[in-house]
Structure formats: C-alpha cells, structure tokens
C-alpha cells in the first residue's frame, strides 16, 4: 500500500489527512494518508528511511524553508519562493530522488483570479512567512504591485502595520491576510487596518479557513469590500499535490 502524509509540529487539525484518506476510499486507492508530527526537522530523514511506501508528503509549519537542504531538487516555483509545501518522492533500487513543489502558488492564483478587476493593480500581503512569499509570487505573476506588511520594520520597502493609512488603503486595494490572526479559536481579533477607508474597489483575501468569515473579512465587509477566504485555495492546493506526486508538472 502507498503510503502519503504531511510534515509538521504541532500538527493538530489537519485538512490533508481527512481529504486525502476520504479521496483515497471514494476513488478505491489502495493508499493511506498519515501525519508525521516531527519536533525538529532533523526526524525528517528517519520519515523517509523508516516508511518505503512513502510516495509524498504535505509540508507545513514550520518547515517550509528548513526542509529545503534535504531536498535532491525544485521546481522553478519553490525555488523563487524559497518554500517548498509538497515532496514528490521517487525510489530506483536503493536510490531515492525527493523533489520539492510548491503548491500554495497554484491554489492561491487560481483563487483569487476570478474576483480581480481592471482597478486591482496593487496590493499588501500581511505577513512575511513562506505562504506570504508564495502569494507575493502568485501576485506579481498576475502582473500586480506588491508590497508586504509586517509588525516591525524588517526592510527597506517594507510597511509596518502603523504606516498603513486610508491613502494607502486607496492605492493598495488588494489585502491578503498570511497571518494567523483571527484563526479559531482567537477568532475576536485582526490585523490592524484603518478598514473605514474601504469600499467596494477593495479586495480582502484571507488565507485563513477556520471560522468561514474571519474578523478581517468581516470588518472590510461592512464597508463594501469584496472578501473571500482560503478553503478554495486548500482544495486547489490538495489537488495539485495529487498532480505533482503522480508526475503531471502543473503550469
């Protein structure tokens, strides 16, 4: 039986193991889904030596850039994001070739694409982790202006939460929250925005799935924006690791 799963620490609710063992049953895969909670990433060579039926792996939090190093090559994608959310693993005789994807780019873009309109040309990304850089690539590929927000000043051209003004809530109407801000259970809080400066030309996309209408959305909402939240990208994402670990490279 192949044997699929995710990386990560702590791991506690997992979309993945639920979607794929129900997909695994339905479509009558002799496969298994299974979550490796490893506390350090250096358990991640054991994950592979000690489970030959591995096929894949699902990577998340917190070793999307650590699990790099570990990897035989990238698709061009994860490496110009510098995160990698999917392995690919292939054995010959006593070799074994890993390969890492990154399919936040996919699921994110083909999201978010439809809701773009002509006045969508810029647009803040909340947070500076690995799904942020994915989304900050997915942007720019859809020829808008990015720049990214974080709590202190991590570089030039970089704003902190505290320069954001109506002005530039104006000129930036794309807003992407990669935080874990207003996530179940801390649902009572959100990134701080001047939201009254929003209208219907705003476009707020949260990455977060639990609850349905974050805090964020809700708060843009009221003033008109248009909000939507990540479960779509989770399925585009779930669906293009089928795709990357059964050889079809998607575009």
Sequence with gaps: MDKYGLIG???????????FNEKFSNEHINAKYINFEIPSIEDFAEVIESNPELRGLNV????????????????PEAN??????????????????????????IGFTRSIEPLLERHHKKALILGTGGASKAVDYGLRSLGIETKFVSRTKQRPGFFTYEEITPEIIKDYNIIVNCTPLGMYPNTDVC?????????S???????????????????????GAITKNGLEMLLLQAFA???????????
């Design 9 to 19: 620490y702590p791991l506690g609710h997992s979309f993945s193991v639920g979607y």
């Design 241 to 251: 690791s089928w795709e990357f670990w059964n050889g079809k490279e998607q575009k």
């Design 191 to 199: 990134p701080t925005l001047p939201y009254e400066a929003m209208d």
């Design 201 to 223: 030309h705003n476009l707020l996309y949260d990455l977060l799935y639990n609850p349905d209408e974050t805090l964020f959305m809700q708060k843009g909402k009221e003033h």
């Design 60 to 75: 998340t939090i917190p070793y999307k850039e650590q699990v790099i190093p570990y990897l035989d090559s990238l698709s």
């Design 80 to 105: 110009a994001i510098g995160a990698v959310n999917v392995i690919r693993i292939t054995r010959k005789g006593d070799k074994t070739h890993l390969k890492g994807f990154n399919s936040d780019v």
